[in-house]
Protein backbone atom coordinates (compact mmCIF):
# COMPACT_ATOMS: atom_id res chain seq x y z
CA UNK A 1 0.00 0.00 0.00
CA UNK A 2 1.64 3.30 -1.18
CA UNK A 3 2.61 5.85 1.98
CA UNK A 4 0.17 8.57 2.35
CA UNK A 5 1.24 12.37 2.35
CA UNK A 6 0.33 12.38 6.27
CA UNK A 7 2.69 9.17 6.19
CA UNK A 8 5.43 10.83 3.97
CA UNK A 9 5.18 14.26 6.43
CA UNK A 10 5.37 12.49 9.29
CA UNK A 11 8.87 10.84 8.14
CA UNK A 12 9.94 14.40 7.31
CA UNK A 13 9.55 15.61 10.63
CA UNK A 14 11.21 12.52 12.33
CA UNK A 15 14.09 12.92 10.07
CA UNK A 16 14.25 16.82 10.59
CA UNK A 17 14.04 16.22 14.28
CA UNK A 18 16.92 13.48 14.12
CA UNK A 19 18.96 15.76 12.24
CA UNK A 20 18.61 18.81 14.55
CA UNK A 21 19.33 16.49 17.98
CA UNK A 22 22.22 15.02 16.40
CA UNK A 23 23.24 18.67 15.14
CA UNK A 24 22.94 20.04 19.05
CA UNK A 25 24.77 16.93 20.40
CA UNK A 26 27.67 17.54 18.01
CA UNK A 27 27.88 21.86 17.98
CA UNK A 28 27.74 21.69 22.24
CA UNK A 29 30.15 18.92 22.24
CA UNK A 30 32.41 19.39 19.04
CA UNK A 31 31.72 23.23 18.37
CA UNK A 32 30.23 24.90 15.48
CA UNK A 33 33.34 25.00 13.50
CA UNK A 34 34.41 21.63 13.71
CA UNK A 35 31.18 20.18 12.71
CA UNK A 36 30.30 19.75 9.23
CA UNK A 37 27.55 18.73 7.10
CA UNK A 38 28.94 14.92 7.31
CA UNK A 39 29.95 14.87 10.43
CA UNK A 40 25.92 15.57 11.86
CA UNK A 41 24.56 12.62 9.32
CA UNK A 42 26.34 10.41 10.16
CA UNK A 43 25.25 11.27 14.14
CA UNK A 44 21.50 11.19 12.50
CA UNK A 45 22.24 8.14 11.10
CA UNK A 46 21.29 8.93 7.56
CA UNK A 47 22.80 9.88 4.07
CA UNK A 48 24.58 13.32 3.61
CA UNK A 49 22.13 13.53 0.23
CA UNK A 50 19.52 13.16 2.91
CA UNK A 51 20.55 15.80 5.25
CA UNK A 52 20.99 18.29 2.39
CA UNK A 53 17.23 17.74 0.93
CA UNK A 54 16.49 19.31 4.46
CA UNK A 55 19.32 21.58 4.76
CA UNK A 56 21.89 22.90 2.16
CA UNK A 57 24.27 23.95 5.07
CA UNK A 58 24.90 24.00 8.56
CA UNK A 59 24.49 27.36 8.31
CA UNK A 60 20.89 26.91 7.68
CA UNK A 61 20.39 24.25 10.58
CA UNK A 62 21.99 26.54 12.90
CA UNK A 63 20.06 29.52 12.00
CA UNK A 64 16.75 27.39 12.36
CA UNK A 65 17.37 26.26 15.78
CA UNK A 66 18.26 29.95 16.80
CA UNK A 67 14.83 30.28 15.21
CA UNK A 68 13.48 27.22 17.57
CA UNK A 69 15.19 29.04 20.21
CA UNK A 70 13.74 32.91 19.40
CA UNK A 71 10.32 31.24 19.43
CA UNK A 72 10.46 29.84 22.65
CA UNK A 73 12.04 33.28 24.77
CA UNK A 74 9.04 35.09 22.51
CA UNK A 75 6.52 31.98 24.63
CA UNK A 76 8.43 32.77 27.84
CA UNK A 77 8.22 36.56 28.11
CA UNK A 78 3.96 35.93 27.14
CA UNK A 79 4.42 33.40 30.06
CA UNK A 80 6.05 35.80 32.43
CA UNK A 81 3.73 38.50 31.62
CA UNK A 82 0.03 36.03 32.39
CA UNK A 83 -2.49 36.80 35.19
CA UNK A 84 -1.08 33.92 37.23
CA UNK A 85 0.18 34.33 40.94
CA UNK A 86 4.09 35.79 39.87
CA UNK A 87 5.22 32.65 42.84
CA UNK A 88 3.05 30.36 41.31
CA UNK A 89 4.69 31.57 37.87
CA UNK A 90 8.01 31.39 38.72
CA UNK A 91 7.49 28.29 41.12
CA UNK A 92 6.14 26.51 37.74
CA UNK A 93 8.66 27.37 35.51
CA UNK A 94 11.59 26.48 37.99
CA UNK A 95 9.91 22.62 38.51
CA UNK A 96 10.15 22.23 34.48
CA UNK A 97 13.41 23.48 33.98
CA UNK A 98 15.04 21.21 36.48
CA UNK A 99 12.79 18.32 35.35
CA UNK A 100 14.20 19.18 31.40
CA UNK A 101 17.91 19.61 32.48
CA UNK A 102 17.59 16.28 34.48
CA UNK A 103 15.46 14.61 32.09
CA UNK A 104 18.46 14.86 29.03
CA UNK A 105 16.90 14.76 25.43
CA UNK A 106 19.32 17.73 24.27
CA UNK A 107 18.04 20.39 26.60
CA UNK A 108 20.79 21.41 28.07
CA UNK A 109 22.95 20.64 24.83
CA UNK A 110 20.50 23.56 23.45
CA UNK A 111 21.17 25.96 25.70
CA UNK A 112 24.36 25.99 25.75
CA UNK A 113 24.93 26.49 21.58
CA UNK A 114 22.17 29.35 22.13
CA UNK A 115 24.33 31.16 24.75
CA UNK A 116 27.61 30.44 22.22
CA UNK A 117 25.52 31.92 19.62
CA UNK A 118 25.68 35.48 21.28
CA UNK A 119 29.46 35.75 21.18
CA UNK A 120 29.78 34.64 17.12
CA UNK A 121 32.05 36.92 14.73
CA UNK A 122 29.45 36.79 12.16
CA UNK A 123 26.28 35.16 13.55
CA UNK A 124 23.15 34.23 11.17
CA UNK A 125 20.59 36.73 11.13
CA UNK A 126 18.08 34.94 13.32
CA UNK A 127 20.97 35.57 15.99
CA UNK A 128 19.97 39.24 16.30
CA UNK A 129 15.72 37.90 17.02
CA UNK A 130 17.42 35.60 19.50
CA UNK A 131 19.06 38.28 21.57
CA UNK A 132 16.07 40.90 20.97
CA UNK A 133 13.63 37.85 22.89
CA UNK A 134 15.72 37.93 25.04
CA UNK A 135 15.75 41.07 26.20
CA UNK A 136 12.36 41.47 26.29
CA UNK A 137 12.08 37.83 28.41
CA UNK A 138 13.94 39.38 31.07
CA UNK A 139 11.79 42.64 31.13
CA UNK A 140 9.02 40.70 30.88
CA UNK A 141 10.54 38.42 34.25
CA UNK A 142 11.98 41.95 35.74
CA UNK A 143 7.88 43.21 35.77
CA UNK A 144 6.80 39.50 37.31
CA UNK A 145 9.16 40.14 40.06
CA UNK A 146 7.91 43.53 41.18
CA UNK A 147 4.52 42.66 40.83
CA UNK A 148 5.50 39.89 43.00
CA UNK A 149 7.20 42.40 44.97
CA UNK A 150 4.30 44.81 45.27
CA UNK A 151 1.91 41.89 46.03
CA UNK A 152 4.20 40.58 49.00
CA UNK A 153 5.33 37.33 47.49
CA UNK A 154 9.02 38.22 46.69
CA UNK A 155 11.54 39.65 48.55
CA UNK A 156 12.67 42.90 48.32
CA UNK A 157 15.71 44.11 46.13
CA UNK A 158 16.23 45.57 42.99
CA UNK A 159 14.18 43.18 40.63
CA UNK A 160 16.48 43.46 37.64
CA UNK A 161 19.76 42.10 39.91
CA UNK A 162 17.30 39.44 41.18
CA UNK A 163 16.06 38.37 37.85
CA UNK A 164 20.08 38.19 36.82
CA UNK A 165 20.84 35.86 39.88
CA UNK A 166 17.75 33.78 39.59
CA UNK A 167 18.91 32.84 35.70
CA UNK A 168 22.58 32.91 36.49
CA UNK A 169 21.72 29.74 38.72
CA UNK A 170 19.60 28.32 36.18
CA UNK A 171 22.32 28.41 33.71
CA UNK A 172 24.81 27.56 36.45
CA UNK A 173 23.10 24.11 37.06
CA UNK A 174 22.92 23.06 33.08
CA UNK A 175 26.44 24.01 32.80
CA UNK A 176 27.27 21.46 36.24
CA UNK A 177 24.88 19.12 34.64
CA UNK A 178 26.95 19.00 31.09
CA UNK A 179 30.11 18.99 33.03
CA UNK A 180 29.68 16.46 36.04
CA UNK A 181 26.98 14.34 33.83
CA UNK A 182 26.03 11.36 36.48
CA UNK A 183 28.40 13.18 39.19
CA UNK A 184 25.91 16.18 39.03
CA UNK A 185 23.88 16.87 42.62
CA UNK A 186 20.74 19.08 41.06
CA UNK A 187 19.00 21.32 43.75
CA UNK A 188 15.55 21.23 43.61
CA UNK A 189 13.23 23.86 42.54
CA UNK A 190 12.73 25.15 45.88
CA UNK A 191 16.06 25.76 46.21
CA UNK A 192 16.79 27.78 42.95
CA UNK A 193 14.09 30.07 44.25
CA UNK A 194 14.45 30.48 48.08
CA UNK A 195 16.37 33.84 47.62
CA UNK A 196 13.39 35.46 45.44
CA UNK A 197 10.53 33.70 47.28
CA UNK A 198 9.04 34.75 50.76
CA UNK A 199 8.59 31.69 53.31
CA UNK A 200 5.06 30.88 53.62
CA UNK A 201 3.65 30.37 56.97
CA UNK A 202 0.77 27.81 57.29
CA UNK A 203 -1.75 30.12 57.53
CA UNK A 204 -0.39 30.85 53.55
CA UNK A 205 1.17 34.38 54.10
CA UNK A 206 4.46 35.80 54.15
CA UNK A 207 6.61 34.67 57.33
CA UNK A 208 8.18 37.18 59.70
CA UNK A 209 11.88 37.83 59.55
Same mark, same amino acid.
Given at each position: M??? !? ?10 ? %? ?12 ? !? ?9 ? %??? /? ?9 Y ?6 ? @??? $?????DG &? !? ?6 R ?7 L??EF?R?? $????L? =? =? !? ?8 N?? *?? +?????A? $?????? %????? +???? $? ?5 GQ?? @? ?7 A??AS?Y *?AA? @? @? +?? +?????? /? ?9 ? &??? *? ?7 ? =? /?????
Amino acid at each position: MPRT !GAQYEAMRADTR %RRIEIAAVRLFARQ !GFAATNVRDIA %REA /GISTGLMYRHYRTKDDLF @GDL $VAQAADG &L !GALARRFRSDLPPAVLIGEFTREY $VHDVLA =G =G !GFVEFLLIMNQS *FT +MTNPPAQ $VRTLKT %RHTTM +MRGL $VELIERGQRL @GQFNPGDAAELASCY *FAAL @G @G +MA +MMNFTL /GEAFVAPGPEL &LTS *FLLKEVTDA =G /GPASR
